[in-house]
Structures are given as structure tokens and as C-alpha cells.
Nanobody, 117 residues
Framework: QVQLVESGGGLVQAGGSLRLSCAAS????????MAWYRQAPGKQRELVAA?????????AYADSVKGRFAISRDNAKNTLFLQMNSLKPEDTAVYYC?????????WGQGTQVTVSS
């Protein structure tokens, strides 16, 4: 059973930066396209960024974070990252990692990101 553990969230002022990490209990990043998602209060979970599994790295971003966020992975350490810069109050949400789909591992607890104005 793969476990995903997100960390690195916190409270930050608008314009600040945070780096999120997602540690997996197994070697999954080299065989799965991985992604970061977020869910704000009262809203559906949304895809934030995705990264291909191996070979030539391909990334994709939601329009709302393009140019501010960067997804990366360290397959050897089974860790996924999300560098978030120029944070805005609307980025406030719980952030999760998982595969890009169509199948998903059990969702972790997520990590809370709160951006104050």
C-alpha cells in the first residue's frame, strides 16, 4: 500500500514563497505521472501541476499558477516537490499529491497553505 505524505505548508504573506514536498513509501514516481492538487474551503479539488514519470521531463500547470509554481521530482528519493513563488491569497488551500490519473493512490492528509493579504 503506497502512502503519500505531504509537508512544507504554512502561513505566508502575499508575495512570499513556500516549497512543498511529497514523500512516497514506494518507488512510484519513475512509473507514474504525478501531480499536485489543491482544495480550498467549499471548492472542489483542482489540479495544480503535473510532471511526467521518466525520460524527458514534461510539466503542465493550471493557468492560475503558470509562471509562479514549479513542479519537480527526485525519483531516487521518491519525493515530489512544488516550489510556489509570488503566492496570492487565492492560493490558500490544502495541497495534495497523487498520480495524474486515471487511477489514484489513497489520498494523504495534505498540507495547509495559507496566504495572507
Amino acid at each position: 500500500q503506497v502512502q503519500l505524505v505531504e509537508s512544507g505548508g504554512g502561513l505566508v504573506q502575499a508575495g512570499g514563497s513556500l516549497r512543498l514536498s511529497c514523500a512516497a513509501s514506494g518507488n512510484i514516481f519513475s512509473i507514474n505521472t504525478m501531480a499536485w492538487y489543491r482544495q480550498a474551503p467549499g471548492k472542489q479539488r483542482e489540479l495544480v501541476a503535473a510532471i511526467s514519470s521518466a525520460g524527458m521531463t514534461k510539466t503542465a500547470y493550471a493557468d492560475s499558477v503558470k509562471g509562479r509554481f514549479a513542479i519537480s521530482r527526485d525519483n531516487a528519493k521518491n519525493t515530489l516537490f512544488l516550489q510556489m513563488n509570488s503566492l496570492k491569497p487565492e492560493d490558500t488551500a490544502v495541497y495534495y499529491c497523487n498520480t495524474r490519473g486515471p487511477y489514484y493512490f489513497d489520498w494523504g492528509q495534505g498540507t495547509q497553505v495559507t496566504v495572507s493579504s
